[in-house]
């Protein structure tokens, strides 16, 4: 007890909050480590979300007018129709153009040669050729990370099987019965907790679902943008250009901007560095476009994110889920802000207040 006494009160409150961040720790570690174990389910059931969120309010349209069961079906046919749509001309591009795309960009990238070596930088043919290796072997070792991340995630034919079946009962059962689904959870959770795990749960669908159809507004327009102005540039190519930049915008701020290099390229290679210096300052504008008007806009605040956080992220995802991590990351991390803000008291339209017994019919 006398030894207890003279344990200054500095270091008794350090070590109480350094046991308790141990405990969260051990069990966040557990959690994740149950989730790795069925992570096929856990992302069919997390893209069943995102399917859900793109289809609800054209699900919702459909209703007004006809059976439940009908609009549902009527809403996912629209939607899938749209997605084949928009990826028919994404790969129409592609292909159409493709071979030429690759000889501007190849021709880009020996004018960029060329000035390394007799630019400023003055590299020697050494130096040059260490330089393309380690980019080759940064590309390699993505490429097999996209790879390992797509067999990894399907492992066999039964996995994908079982995860595409949870898919499909999850968006139809998402879609159908969402209120059912969450007053069932609800029902499980103590009595003084229902109130705040109900808003918590509210606040996270917010942030995701309108992240989700946000995130497909904004890469149309990112992707318009930039057709419209390499078009005024007189850069060719513009519409499969335009096709990557439309992909690479699906990981936020630094997709779009990473996509649009391959358009300075071909610009560099065909019409000279005035005008690919000039793609570089369109790609500039276009991002702040992007970060400063468009997201507040479309998304508003679904994932009031930093950028700086954003590409946090984007690199903690790529690093943990390989892409897919680095496609969801920013919507998870949105919905995790949101409610931390919730439950330590920071958020206004959300105030924190005391138990209440939870209510079925807000469910």
Same mark, same amino acid.
């Not at 020996?110 to 007799?118: A, F, I, Q, S, Y």
């Not at 159809?213 to 419209?228: E, H, N, P, S, Y």
């Given at each position: 007890m006398a030894n207890d006494e003279n344990v200054p009160d500095t270091l008794r409150t350090l070590a109480g909050f350094t046991w308790r961040i141990l405990v969260v720790v051990a069990g966040l570690v557990l959690v994740l480590y149950i989730f790795n174990t069925i992570f096929p389910v856990m992302f069919a059931l997390f893209f069943a979300l995102l399917v859900t969120a793109w289809t609800q309010p054209v699900m919702n349209l459909y209703h007004k007018i006809m059976p439940k069961v009908l609009a549902l079906v009527l809403a996912l046919i629209t939607i899938m129709a749209l997605v084949v749509v928009i990826l028919g001309t994404v790969v129409k591009s592609s292909i159409a153009e493709g071979p030429k795309l690759v000889d501007s960009i190849g021709a880009g990238l020996? =004018? %960029?040669? &060329?000035?390394?070596?007799?630019g400023p930088l003055g590299l020697s043919n050494d130096q040059f050729s260490s330089l393309i290796t380690n980019l080759q072997n940064w590309g390699t070792s993505i490429l097999k990370g996209i790879a390992g991340d797509a067999f990894g995630a399907l492992g066999s034919i039964g996995t994908l099987i079982i995860a595409g079946s949870v898919f499909i009962f999850g968006v139809i059962f998402f879609l159908m019965a969402p209120q059912t689904i969450w007053g069932w959870l609800m029902n499980w959770i103590p009595k003084n907790l229902r109130t705040h795990i109900d808003v918590s749960g509210r606040i996270a669908w917010d942030s995701i679902s309108g992240y989700t159809? &946000?995130? %497909?507004?904004?890469?149309?327009? =990112?992707?318009? !943008?930039?057709? %419209? &102005? !390499?078009?005024? @540039?007189?850069?060719? @190519?513009a519409p499969a250009l335009a096709a990557v930049v439309f992909l690479g915008a699906f990981i936020p701020v630094i997709g779009a901007p990473i996509a649009t290099f391959f358009a300075a390229i071909v610009a560099l290679a065909e019409n000279g560095p005035v005008t690919a210096l000039l793609v570089i300052v369109l790609t500039i504008i276009v991002g702040s476009f992007d970060g400063d008007v468009m997201q507040p806009l479309v998304m508003g605040k679904a994932v009031n994110l930093h950028p700086l956080a954003i590409v946090i992220v984007i690199a903690a995802g790529s690093i943990a889920l390989g892409i897919v991590g680095a496609l969801i990351a920013v919507p998870v991390a949105g919905a995790i802000y949101g409610v931390a803000k919730y439950v330590t008291g920071r958020d206004p339209e959300h105030p924190y207040k005391a138990t209440e017994p939870f209510d079925h019919s807000t469910a």
């Open positions: 020996n =004018d %960029v040669e &060329g000035w390394l070596k007799t159809r &946000g995130i %497909v507004v904004i890469a149309f327009l =990112d992707a318009t !943008l930039v057709f %419209v &102005g !390499l078009l005024i @540039l007189q850069v060719p @190519l």
